[in-house]
T-cell receptor, first 113, second 115 residues
């Protein structure tokens, strides 16, 4: 079975703090893809990153960074120097050779000014 | 270029009624998928269509059906609506080349309320 777990339901931080969103996944497939999406109040899912199972290099994009560790089946997302505009629900998702995505339940991030 | 467009944005229906939701994919995207997102949960896969054929179906009852048209737009139909069908319905399109799916772009969704 495939599963994505985001244990943090809601996180509140003060602006400029760093915050890490956790994602743990389960799959028996050797080829798979992991994603992070941001969902602002408007509802649209905004793509942030895609990683495939053969590329464990960490990635940094501006204030965003991702830590992919196959040994612990984790794909964590860190926002450095958080801003109020980062407030949203963040979803981690898994896709294997089947084409549908398996989403976690999301983490609501509140960044307070 | 226009993104994935969905209509209507909001909809209120009564239990037992039928509803049709519409989705226009990004130009050049031939694959369309539908997801249901209940409040407080992550999106759940309903259907995927590629080249007008159903390629995948999630664990939803037969009251849910969909189709894809020659222009690659898609409709999701839900019959005999239940209160539990109240959700945000998301459409996503993707480019597929040589059997490789290049990842979804999601629309803003249709928020369906069943009363």
């Amino acid at each position: 079975a495939q599963k994505v777990t985001q244990a943090q339901t809601e996180i509140s931080v003060v602006e400029k703090e760093d915050v890490t969103l956790d994602c743990v996944y389960e799959t028996r497939d050797t080829t798979y893809y992991l994603f992070w999406y941001k969902q602002p109040p408007s509802g649209e899912l905004v793509f942030l990153i895609r990683r495939n199972s053969f590329d464990e290099q960490n990635e940094i994009s501006g204030r965003y960074s991702w830590n992919f560790q196959k040994s612990t089946s984790s794909f964590n997302f860190t926002i450095t120097a958080s801003q109020v505009v980062d407030s949203a629900v963040y979803f981690c998702a898994l896709r294997s050779l089947r084409l549908e995505y398996i989403f976690g339940t999301g983490t609501r991030l509140k960044v307070l000014a | 270029d226009a993104g994935v467009t969905q209509s209507p944005t909001h909809l209120i229906k009564t239990r037992g009624q039928q509803v049709t939701l519409r989705c226009s994919p990004i130009s050049g995207h031939k694959s369309v998928s539908w997801y249901q997102q209940v409040l407080g949960q992550g999106p759940q896969f309903i259907f995927q269509y590629y080249e007008k054929e159903e390629r995948g179906r999630g664990n939803f009852p037969d009251r849910f059906s969909a189709r894809q048209f020659p222009n690659y737009s898609s409709e999701l139909n839900v019959n005999a609506l239940l209160l539990g069908d109240s959700a945000l319905y998301l459409c996503a399109s993707s480019r597929v080349r040589d059997g490789t799916n290049y990842g979804y772009t999601f629309g803003s969704g249709t928020r369906l309320t069943v009363v």
